[in-house]
């Protein structure tokens, strides 16, 4: 087939493209790339960045999929709603990559061994809540921007360390500043994380088909258990929740771990749930860490936490 691939123009969604072009040219398939800007890369833009909404890194990708200007789009899973809009569908969700955070720092090789009153840099609610819940006397300042522009705003000393997905830094191969891979047990990563999601038409099954080789039905089961929770609990991107399913090392058994957060305060409220994975439907899974957060107080520590402007995860 002819394949046109929707994508925006930063350099990590460019690499993921291009990465699933290369797949699909291996199956014998013709495919061509095209960029498109989104609002949220023009907020990027702006000094003062207006209130985000939700799908703002997918809207023009998603008209541009309507009109047929494109067949597919490459988006990173975690700036995907929820809900896919009609006419669209989740056609396929790739094998997961590292999707945990990281701290990035020139100079401290941990969390821990920040200084006392460190600067940490993230524009992520759900990131600043969790550094507070663990280290209550790090300043956390709002760093925006792409990955080159903060590793260089790092370089120059502007703070102590930033934290970012490993899955950005790894693909980029960015790495050499990476001191601390942290563990979702204690450092919850945002639903989705790491995981790319393909999009298409509904009702374009010859696509679909095309598609169907790029799943991998692990993946599938996790992203979709952690985006059923996201939905229940109500959150976008911008709200400081963290959702993250994987399968105990041990095999056979899914473990999900939520969590959510008052940026303000560091007040968290985390759960932890796990279920033989036989007969577990990820839909439930994921609404049952959900409906624990809120017996466990979530719905007052959300409303009390406002959305900031412009940030995301
Ligand atoms: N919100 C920005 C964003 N969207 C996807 C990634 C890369 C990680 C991924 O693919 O999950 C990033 C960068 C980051 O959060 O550090």
Redesign the pocket.
Known sequence: MNLRIGSRGSQ?ALWQANHIKVLLEGQGHTVEIEIIKTTGDRLQEVTFAQVGSKGMFTKEIEEALAEGRVDLAVH????LPTELPEPFALAATPPRVD?RDVLVSAKYDNLAALPQGAVVGTS?QRRRAQLKALRPDIEAVEFRGN?DTRLRKLGEGQVDAIL??A??LDRLEKTDWVRERLEPSDFCP?A?????GIETRKDDESTIAALAFLNDPHTRFAVTAERAALAALGGG?QVPIGIHCRMMQAGDVWEIFGVVANPDTGQTIRVHKTAVAWGTNPQDFGRLAAEMLFEAGARELLTNAAPVPGA??
């Open positions: 990590l990173s899973l975690k700036d999707p992520s990955v970012l997905a899955a950005g945002a989705g994380q790491g995981s790319l991107c995301a995860d």
